[in-house]
């Protein structure tokens, strides 16, 4: 149907809107400078309701509606294990991760690793993980939402696709640098709820127009007796993608890694934790995110499945001209990511593809803005302040976290054209980061947990880490990634262990932490939810396995 005048004004309106309210929430006190935890922990006053919106926010961009769904084109159904054993995460995350870095009054995950370990191995990581978020994370989030203005809004071809990079950006810096975390967390709730009505709709005409008769009901029925296999959580050998999601390994193995790692030590997903009013707010957050978690596969992997039908075409299935060429390249491979940007262009009726690409943007821009203020944060209060000027005041310091993200943004507008050869993006992010998050995991359980764990064996086992990341990963090993990452974690921690044993004369090391019973005692209401969350991502998997 293509883009129209009523789509670009309900688009423009949300741009507006969401630009607006977000300068609207920065505004200062009268009379009030912003000091690093008004910038960097918006307060510490944000509710529940606007921390597990906020979460998701940040966590589903355009590596999740655009990358999944080409993922579910790929795979189907076993690529929403990343969306329903993240629920799960999340409730080991409230549990066992919170009490302890809310106890430590920390602004950023770098700053426990010093609390915890040094200096060394604090700045060590704050590198990395400005490196990450810039070359990888940014990166990838503003090519992937390009792309897929360009394939609603253009032609395709790759001609807006520069124009989209500067726009996403700009709405992005437009309010997240001036206002901080408040103004990304307040904007992330109106932006949640686009997002997840959004992609409903996208689910919803999809499944309408699979048939020719039409119908939801109808278009349930068909997917499912026509790409049955798709529907499969537990992938067998024999399967394709099987590198990329090892059957049982998922649920046992390196799954673990890469949701623990994400959901408990990466600074622009727990930051929004960190700024809750009280631990107890925090963790009904969390679980508010974990039921949320539960609903993303509907509106980000069944649309590829639908277009995985609509591409090969089976009997009772809607014809469509020109599909086979709008997914292949010239090499003749097919470019997956296509599926979502083309289901949205082909179905969707003026004005509620507007509302569409409005919800995509949403997401990738409360992405964007996420990531901006953590690499903010982390250069500012861990390179910035304790190596380039100590005895920074509160304007200075907000001012550096301002300059820092808008060398990250140009960065990554720099970078991103360079990803247009990747075939499943998604992939591609867990793959990548998979190589660095095990040996960090294995860092933050152990010195979480095992109080004999030193700095000398944390700094080894790193480093160490990202050897065995990479001997894994060659040819000769030929293991999938998932697998990689859990022996991985596995030999860091065996590398901890060894290394602390020899190199503390101690029962415990001086800067261990120190937990108790008490400290990880939750309410009935975060036990209840935690309960209801377990029960249905045991029933999904019963259901699909």
């Known amino acids: 149907m293509g883009f129209t005048i009523i789509d670009t004004i309900v688009f423009c309106l949300y741009c507006a809107v969401i630009v607006g309210i977000g300068l609207w929430v920065s505004q200062d006190e009268e009379g009030h400078q912003k000091n690093a935890e008004d910038y960097f922990l918006a307060s510490k006053s944000?509710?529940?309701?606007?921390?597990?919106?906020?979460?998701?926010?940040?966590?589903?961009?355009?590596?999740?509606?655009?990358?999944?769904?080409?993922?579910?084109?790929?795979?189907?159904?076993?690529?929403?294990?990343?969306?329903?054993?993240?629920?799960?995460?999340?409730?080991?995350?409230?549990?066992?991760?919170l009490p302890i870095f809310i106890e430590k009054e920390i602004f950023t995950i770098p700053e426990f690793v010093e609390k915890r370990f040094n200096t060394t191995l604090k700045t060590i990581l704050a590198v990395f993980w400005i490196a990450l978020f810039v070359f990888v994370n940014l990166t990838t989030v503003l090519y992937l939402g390009a792309l897929a203005?360009?394939?609603?809004?253009?032609?395709?071809?790759?001609?807006?696709?520069?124009?989209?990079?500067?726009?996403?950006?700009?709405?992005?810096?437009a309010y997240s640098l001036y206002g901080g975390l408040s103004a990304v967390a307040w904007t992330d709730v109106l932006q949640v709820g686009l997002l997840v009505l959004g992609g409903l709709v996208v689910?919803?005409?999809?499944?309408?127009?699979?048939?020719?008769d039409g119908g939801i009901i109808d278009g349930i029925t068909h997917l499912y007796e026509v790409a049955g296999d798709k529907f499969q959580m537990i992938l067998d050998r024999s399967n394709p993608e099987f590198n990329n999601l090892p059957g049982i390994a998922v649920l046992i193995g390196g799954m673990w890694v890469a949701n623990l790692y994400y959901w408990g030590f990466n600074?622009?997903?727990?930051?929004?934790?960190?700024?809750?009013?009280?631990?107890?707010?925090?963790?009904?957050?969390?679980?508010?995110?974990?039921?949320?978690?539960?609903?993303?596969?509907?509106?980000?992997?069944?649309?590829?499945?639908?277009?995985?039908?609509?591409?090969?075409q089976p009997e009772g299935t809607t014809q469509m001209s020109g599909i086979v060429d709008v997914f292949t390249q010239p090499d003749g491979s097919i470019k997956y990511d296509n599926a979502y940007p083309w289901l949205m262009k082909v179905f969707l009726s003026p004005g509620f593809l507007g509302l569409v690409v409005a919800a995509l943007a949403a997401a990738i821009v409360s992405s964007v803005a996420s990531m901006l203020n953590s690499v903010a944060t982390i250069f500012t209060m861990d390179i910035y302040i304790p190596y380039i000027n100590p005895d920074a005041t509160d304007k200075e310091t907000v001012n550096m976290g301002r300059i820092s993200?808008?060398?990250?943004?140009?960065?990554?507008?720099?970078?991103?054209?360079?990803?247009?050869?990747?075939?499943?993006?998604?992939?591609?992010i867990q793959e990548y980061t998979g190589m660095v998050s095990p040996g960090i995991l294995a860092v933050f359980l152990m010195g979480l947990f095992w109080k004999k764990t030193t700095a000398k064996g944390a700094i080894y086992g790193v480093l160490v880490s990202?050897?065995?990341?990479?001997?894994?990963?060659?040819?000769?090993?030929?293991?999938?990634?998932?697998?990689?990452?859990?022996?991985?974690?596995?030999?860091?921690?065996a590398i901890i262990v060894g290394v602390s044993l020899t190199t503390n004369p101690h029962d415990e090391d001086p800067k261990a932490i120190h937990t108790t019973a008490d400290m990880f005692q939750t309410t009935p209401a975060f036990n209840i939810g935690a309960y209801v969350i377990l029960v249905i991502v045991a029933v999904l998997y019963a259901v699909f396995w």
């Open 405 to 428: 993200a808008g060398v990250a943004l140009v960065t990554a507008i720099i970078v991103a054209p360079q990803l247009d050869n990747v075939p499943q993006v998604f992939q591609y």
């Open 46 to 97: 944000l509710p529940w309701w606007a921390i597990g919106a906020s979460l998701i926010a940040a966590n589903i961009s355009a590596e999740q509606i655009i990358g999944m769904s080409g993922s579910g084109f790929a795979v189907g159904l076993a690529i929403a294990s990343y969306e329903w054993m993240a629920a799960i995460t999340l409730i080991i995350v409230g549990k066992y991760f």
């Open 466 to 493: 990202i050897v065995i990341a990479v001997f894994l990963k060659s040819p000769a090993v030929q293991l999938p990634f998932l697998d990689q990452m859990f022996y991985t974690l596995i030999a860091t921690m």
């Open 203 to 212: 689910t919803f005409a999809g499944l309408y127009h699979l048939t020719p």
């Open 267 to 312: 600074q622009y997903i727990i930051q929004r934790t960190l700024a809750a009013k009280s631990l107890e707010e925090s963790q009904k957050g969390i679980i508010f995110a974990g039921f949320l978690k539960l609903l993303i596969p509907l509106i980000v992997v069944i649309p590829g499945i639908i277009v995985y039908v609509l591409f090969n």
């Open 149 to 173: 203005l360009d394939t609603i809004m253009g032609t395709g071809d790759g001609s807006l696709l520069v124009y989209a990079l500067i726009g996403l950006s700009a709405i992005a810096a």
